[in-house]
T-cell receptor, first 115, second 112 residues
């Protein structure tokens, strides 16, 4: 296991609702990234957080937002859920900051189903 | 756990044989390449990485080859074991700390 934890494991929401997913990074890792993985596809980068600020964003609309806390843990918030938001949401942490080196360690993910 | 790769290309390999998984990447500016292994119900697990100034790197039972001329990456697994059954993704980024762009993935099935 990587030491990155995510909660909840599974979640079912209705279209139009809002959801918050949580991630605790591995000890000492100050940079957290979020990825969306649709079934049968590779993960897609949503955004990255460092020092509680968003630093780098993929091609996702503003209804995808996040937070990073002083302890480096992070939240992913999705508003106005759509059916296509159904996916596995992965959190990855690494040391070293935005220009730092270091492999990314992924958590087990949160499986979100939107009905 | 849920299935990671329902419609992915599949490589079937006999236990003990060597496996070769190929990946074509898209960005010639990418400087850092990684292979991940993802088992059902789990997040991607780092296997091995390589920078663009290298063309080969070896780990324990794995070798990554990089051909920048044709933007091709491959992962070789020696003496494939049942525990190697998973979906394998290549990923690229402009630098080690930057966002990762993942390829489509290949499912490896190891036959006993």
């Amino acid at each position: 296991e990587t030491g990155v934890t995510q909660s909840p494991t599974h979640l079912i929401k209705t279209r139009g609702q809002q959801v918050t997913l949580r991630c605790s990074s591995q000890s000492g890792h100050n940079t957290v990234s979020w990825y969306q993985q649709a079934l049968g596809q590779g993960p897609q980068f949503i955004f990255q957080y460092y020092r509680e600020e968003e630093n780098g964003r993929g091609n996702f609309p503003p209804r995808f937002s996040g937070l990073q806390f002083p302890n480096y843990s992070s939240e992913l918030n999705v508003n106005a859920l759509e059916l296509d938001d159904s996916a596995l949401y992965l959190c990855a942490s690494r040391p070293g900051g935005v220009r730092g080196d270091g492999e990314q360690y992924f958590g087990p993910g949160t499986r979100l189903t939107v009905t | 756990g849920e299935s990671v790769g329902l419609h992915l290309p599949t490589l079937s390999v006999q236990e003990g044989d060597n496996s070769i998984i190929n990946c074509a990447y898209s960005n010639s500016a990418s400087d850092y390449f990684i292979w991940y292994k993802q088992e059902s119900g789990k997040g991607p697990q780092f296997i091995i990485d390589i920078r663009s100034n290298m063309d080969k790197r070896q780990g324990q039972r794995v070798t990554v080859l990089l051909n920048k001329t044709v933007k091709h990456l491959s992962l070789q697994i020696a003496a494939t074991q049942p525990g190697d059954s998973a979906v394998y993704f290549c990923a690229e980024s402009k630098a080690a700390g930057n966002k990762l762009t993942f390829g489509g993935g290949t499912r490896v099935l190891v036959k006993p």
